[in-house]
């Protein structure tokens, strides 16, 4: 059997999806030992690692330390970098941060925000490319951006850790901001700084996450929207990879980028933003009766306004109708439910205000381009 030297902390949700994708490939656990071990600190602990492993090969989630890709060279063995790039002649995947800071933009612009904050850290390089992706899409957009980069270890949830300029930044922001975190461990200290402050979670401020933790969104207050990674799908590429291999392999033959899966929608962005008073009580009025009846009728005795003046502001506001916002946000329910409960897909139509099963299940293809089942399923392959 070969041994396969896996450099990353297990203890983390990220690294054990990489894991998992290697372990869904049955032709590596056949011929493959899998070594987990933390990234070595020195160069000399990568030398006492190798000598005690003897690895035939090396997978490295977080970057090696400076010589320690010369000297895996100089003994001949498979280097493959995930997530995290690495300055060296062989093969490397990594996930696309770019478009995970676009799609955080696109989420809250979809949600009618009109002022956005990023935090994040100064390094590792992937903090600044999702920086760079979400203001590259809301200039775009003729959006200004509050930035906050932090020079210091990263912060976990649960720890007291509250640096003085986070509080000071997230003061200081405009009410109904928009804010990105550099990942979900960042965005759940920034939940619970927002409690502290008596910040209002969605409603003075939405936060959105990044890697999708299931047990750290939802221990979070509220319950914390994160961008799904694909960190699975790149533990399948590198068993492929591994299995593959031929020393002539150069870098170039095997670049990846993989982009993010979606964002799974929970409390801390399950708003929308309508700078119209009247749209605006109309959308609130809607999200708290989702599981009931709602027609026109129901919308224009509260609002206290003709069915035509209703109509114009949806269409001057949102572009849209009041029934097709009904469904939008019937269907976003829909998705968080069927994430996080095992419950039948009828008492899920049930829950989110559909009269009958069919109505649900065609709804749902129109809007999301799946059938519940395959989302169900893509979901649940995403959290085993």
């Given at each position: 059997m070969k041994r396969l030297l896996f450099i990353g902390a297990v203890d983390r949700y990220c690294w054990r999806e990489v894991l998992?994708?290697?372990?869904?490939?049955?032709?590596?656990?056949?011929?493959?030992?899998?070594?987990?071990?933390?990234?070595?600190?020195?160069?000399?602990?990568?030398?006492?690692?190798?000598?005690?492993?003897?690895?035939?090969?090396?997978?490295t989630c977080e970057p090696p330390v400076q010589g320690a890709v010369p000297e895996l060279q100089k003994r001949g063995l498979p280097l493959i970098s995930v997530i995290g790039q690495v300055e060296h002649s062989l093969p490397w995947l990594l996930l696309d941060n770019a478009a995970i800071g676009q799609m955080a933009a696109a989420h809250f612009l979809e949600r009618r925000?009109?002022?956005?904050?990023?935090?994040?850290?100064?390094?590792?390089?992937?903090?600044?490319?999702r920086e760079a992706g979400f203001q590259e899409r809301l200039e775009r957009a003729q959006c200004q951006l509050h930035q906050l980069r932090l020079d210091q270890p990263p912060l976990r949830p649960n720890t007291d850790q509250h640096?003085?300029?986070?509080?000071?930044?997230?003061?200081?922001?405009?009410?109904?901001?928009?804010?990105?975190?550099?990942?979900?461990?960042?965005?759940?200290?920034?939940?619970?700084?927002?409690?502290?402050?008596?910040?209002a979670v969605p409603q003075h401020l939405a936060v959105l996450g990044v890697g999708d933790d299931s047990l750290v969104c939802h221990l979070a207050s509220p319950p914390l929207s994160s961008i799904r990674l694909p960190y699975r799908e790149l533990g399948?590429?590198?068993?492929?990879?591994?299995?593959?291999?031929?020393?002539a392999l150069a870098q170039e033959d095997y670049r990846l980028k993989l982009p993010p899966l979606g964002v799974t929608l929970r409390r801390s962005t399950e708003v929308l933003r309508p700078s119209d008073p009247l749209v605006?009580?109309?959308?609130?009025?809607?999200?708290?009766?989702?599981?009931?009846?709602?027609t026109i009728g129901h919308l224009r005795d509260y609002l206290g306004v003709t069915t035509p003046h209703l109509l114009a502001h949806f269409r001057d506001q949102l572009r849209t109708t009041p029934a097709a916002e009904l469904r939008r946000l019937r269907?976003?329910?829909?998705?968080?439910?069927?994430?996080?409960?095992?419950?039948?897909?009828?008492?899920?139509?049930?829950?989110?205000?559909?009269g009958n099963i069919f109505h649900f299940m065609t709804t749902f293809k129109l809007l999301t381009g799946m059938s519940v089942c395959e989302y169900r399923r893509s979901a649940a392959e995403a959290h085993p």
């Open positions: 998992r994708g290697l372990a869904d490939e049955p032709r590596l656990l056949q011929g493959w030992i899998v070594h987990p071990q933390p990234n070595p600190a020195t160069l000399a602990g990568w030398r006492a690692l190798l000598r005690d492993v003897q690895p035939d090969a090396v997978l925000f009109h002022a956005f904050a990023y935090i994040g850290y100064v390094a590792p390089e992937l903090y600044p490319q640096p003085q300029v986070m509080l000071d930044f997230l003061r200081s922001l405009p009410r109904s901001c928009a804010v990105f975190a550099g990942d979900d461990d960042l965005a759940a200290v920034i939940l619970e700084l927002c409690q502290q402050l008596k910040l399948r590429r590198a068993a492929g990879l591994l299995l593959a291999w031929r020393p605006a009580k109309a959308v609130n009025y809607i999200n708290e009766h989702l599981g009931q009846r709602i269907i976003e329910r829909a998705k968080q439910v069927l994430v996080t409960t095992p419950m039948s897909m009828k008492d899920v139509a049930s829950r989110c205000g559909f």
